[in-house]
């Protein structure tokens, strides 16, 4: 079973089912889940604005996944809630995992970006394209047209 499971969150549906499946596969193995949230830094003209334009984008996000660790209560496994600097999400998820040493790498099938790309999101995309960790792709429980 998948005893570590990194999850990268956007706020989406898509990445709030992804959460849910990654605590859920986590959970049946005893084991712990990270979720990540990925931003950009690269507003503002300072690094004081920058820094303040990626708190102000990973706070409701990193916010959104700490409550719906919550809501699951004692069944919950281990989980911790992080954020990093990054234009790109698909090679941020993917360098953390293996950086990181996680078994499972859970993602929704379509993010905020809403683009279809096959019937799936920008970045899912992009991580099944390049096959370079472990992934499993989820659904957010609507029809692939929708």
């Known amino acids: 079973m998948f005893r570590r499971v990194l999850v990268g969150f956007d706020g989406s549906r898509g990445a709030e089912a992804a959460l849910r499946a990654g605590l859920s ?3 049946a193995s005893e084991g712990e ?3 990540l949230v990925v931003a950009s830094a ?6 004081e604005d920058r820094r303040a334009a990626f708190a102000d984008e990973v706070g409701p996000l990193v916010g959104a996944a700490e409550q719906q660790v919550a809501g ?4 919950r496994p281990r ?3 992080h954020a990093v600097v990054g234009d790109r999400p698909a ?3 993917s360098s953390y995992l293996l950086e990181h040493g996680f078994d499972l790498l859970v993602v929704g099938r379509h993010g905020r970006d809403h683009a279809a790309h096959g019937g799936l999101g920008r970045v ?3 991580l099944a394209d390049k096959g ?5 792709l989820v659904g957010d429980g609507e029809a692939a047209g929708d």
């Open 72 to 75: 699951l209560g004692h069944e």
């Open 79 to 81: 989980a911790a809630v």
């Open 42 to 47: 690269s507003q503002g003209e300072t690094a």
């Open 25 to 27: 596969l986590a959970s």
């Open 33 to 35: 889940v990270t979720v």
């Open 91 to 93: 090679e941020a998820l």
């Open 124 to 126: 899912a995309k992009e």
């Open 132 to 136: 370079r960790c472990p992934l499993l």
